[in-house]
């Protein structure tokens, strides 16, 4: 008997070229054929097999009926968590935003982040809650020179003390441990928050059912999001993540990167802080757009010639 298996030749049947030559746009048309290309090498590579893929699909159908945006007190993204926990998030995330040297790293927008964070005040709470280990955030906004940005918005967002997000409670009555807060004259900021808490990513769905095939936990560490988007500087959206949180090495989302790691300290009551209150310091760094622009094209530079 004949060992070798005949496969249907897929070439022949569906020629890259011709599923793809009919599209006008040249980047639509190099990316679909690209990812044609590598999807029917990874069906060639794994074999795979008629039940496995309409396994897949049933997959992909139950992931986006659990998806909702958020409204009526809800979220539900649930292909952005796909997408997180295959790692494919982080890694757009790091094609997309090269940064210069000594600049501050970018990292993944949480899948709760929402438009209507209030404006808060110069050291005023993001937190409505009395609950929690109070924190004072504060630090700079500065460009590569070590020159503070001023004037400058930076949405934030955070859990609450039991590790949700405000658009997980079905019963909130607005935006709560999220907020706007503006640099000062010298681009400094700061602001009193909570500590932030490790959390689970939403184990109800089929994305969590993939966790636990895959015997993976589906915890994110401690963080606290920024976005910062400051005139004639490269936008950054970034976290803060807590040092010594017992699931910074294995996030659920791959999110953690080493210069985003910082350290909170504990400190004792004083004239401002009537209880025991924790503090966390950071400096924000932004390249110029023209700064980063010049990075891309660089690399982009470098890929053309590699492809040649």
């Not at 030749?9 to 011709?18: H, M, N, V």
């Not at 998806?67 to 790091?94: H, M, N, Y």
């Not at 350290?263 to 004083?270: G, H, I, R, T």
């Amino acid at each position: 008997m004949n060992s070798h298996v005949k496969h249907s030749d897929d070439a022949k049947f569906f020629p890259r070229t011709q599923i793809n030559n009919q599209c006008p746009d040249p980047r639509m048309k190099f990316v679909m054929e690209k990812l044609i290309q590598h999807l029917h090498a990874f069906a060639k590579e794994v074999n795979l097999q008629t039940d496995e893929w309409l396994a897949g699909i049933r997959f992909l159908t139950e992931t986006g009926q659990k998806c909702s945006d958020v409204r009526q007190g809800k979220a539900r993204p649930e292909f952005i968590l796909l997408s997180d926990i295959l790692g494919l998030s982080t890694l757009v995330d790091g094609l997309s935003n090269s940064k210069p040297p000594g600049c501050s790293e970018s990292t993944v927008l949480g899948p709760f982040h929402t438009e209507n964070a209030p404006p808060t005040e110069q050291g005023g709470s993001i937190v409505s809650s009395s609950g929690g280990k109070k924190m004072v955030v504060e630090g700079m906004v500065k460009n590569q020179n070590g020159e503070g940005i001023a004037g400058q918005a930076l949405p934030l967002e955070e859990t609450d003390e039991n590790g949700f997000y405000d658009v997980q409670n079905a019963d909130r009555k607005g935006p709560d441990n999220r907020g706007i807060i503006t640099t000062d004259g010298s681009g400094k900021y700061q602001f009193e928050a909570i500590v932030p808490m490790a959390y689970p990513i939403p184990t109800d769905g089929p994305v969590a059912g993939l966790l636990k095939t895959l015997h993976r936990h589906c915890f994110r560490p401690a963080h606290i999001h920024f976005m910062i988007k400051a005139d004639g500087y490269e936008s950054l959206t970034t976290s803060l993540y807590i040092k010594g949180d017992p699931f910074i090495g294995s996030d659920a989302v791959f999110g953690v990167k080493n210069s985003l790691i910082v350290d909170v300290s504990e400190n004792s009551p004083d004239a401002t802080h009537p209880t025991k209150w924790w503090g966390l310091k950071y400096d924000f760094i932004l390249p110029t757009r023209q700064e980063a622009e010049s990075l891309k094209s660089s690399i982009l530079s470098m890929k053309d010639l590699a492809a040649r």
